[in-house]
């Protein structure tokens, strides 16, 4: 079978973040009868000024590699607002070449960030849509939700994968009465963050032997305004910073915690979702996004809404209180987090190639 050539598109391999890390995920595993390159077009912590400038550069090697290269496909990893509009130049340059294009968004704001737009820039957005062959979304609900909100015919599910070789469960001490609290992610309100905070008094209270650990890319100000917040609760001994971490070290984190907390206010998916399934941590998660897709309440752990902070302590305590319900998740996430292994989801996406190269 001929190979099929697809040119990738997305931020810098070396950028922080869930895009990143998903594209790096693919493109480290073998995907058979493909032949695949990739072009960032610029690192996601840069400044917008700086970001201008990389996406410029990046361009002309996209232009270079439509015109020497001659790819089949042009698969682009977009999220919202900036990120969508360099590329949506994209997705217009590849047309002008007559290339096949998937559009895969990651954005959990996608579709707020097109209702704020006014009607010229809804009319962009829905237009570069329309025109590319295949929309990627990471799970059903957000397949759902564009294909009422834009009216779509072209979309297809496409989870985040995860390479569970790397991962290891953690040893499950059901006797313990320490207990290590985990929240790993973009430090912002919109994560969650400070609801955390706002819980650790009511649930110190009860589990004085506990800590809260923080990891995660933070800018100065929200720093400052997270280390305010900590002081004014008087929870500084029960939370820990640890910043943004990779490889071994956030492996050595996931090994040890006792609970893996995403209380987002939007999210598209989270693959930090994945990773504590892969250690075998029950998670509490919100119920918005694409999250209950993959976090069944009561079997993976529990799903709260956002902003509720009673329900997010209710969750942690049950979960410490109740060792035999911790053991039925612990082994439930192992086995439920097989539908995501990088192997089924390449296979998946190498289909996708297919049906959209017309093999």
Known sequence: MMKIKVLMIGPYRESKGGITDVVNT??????QNTDIKYIGLSDSQSKNAVKVFQFLISLGKVILTLLFYQPHIIHVHSSSRASFIRKSIIVRVAILFKKKVIFHVHSGEFIDYYKQLNDKMKLYLLKTLLMVDRVIVLTPKWQKKFEEEFGLKNVEV????IDTKKYKAKAVNLHTNEYKILFMGKMIKLKGIYDILYAIPSISSKIPNISFVFCGDIDEKEKERFQDTINKLGIKKFVLYKGWLAG?????ELNSASILLLPSYKEAFGKVLLEGMCSGIPIVASNVGGIPDVIKDGRNGFLIEPGNIQELVNAILALTQDKNLYKDIYQNNLIDV??????????????????VYNV
């Open 26 to 31: 693919v493109l480290n595993q073998e995907i």
């Open 158 to 161: 496409v989870p985040n994968p």
């Open 338 to 355: 097989k539908e995501y292994t990088v192997e089924i989801i390449t296979k998946q996406l190498l289909d996708t190639y297919k049906e």
């Open 248 to 252: 071994n070290e956030k492996l050595k």
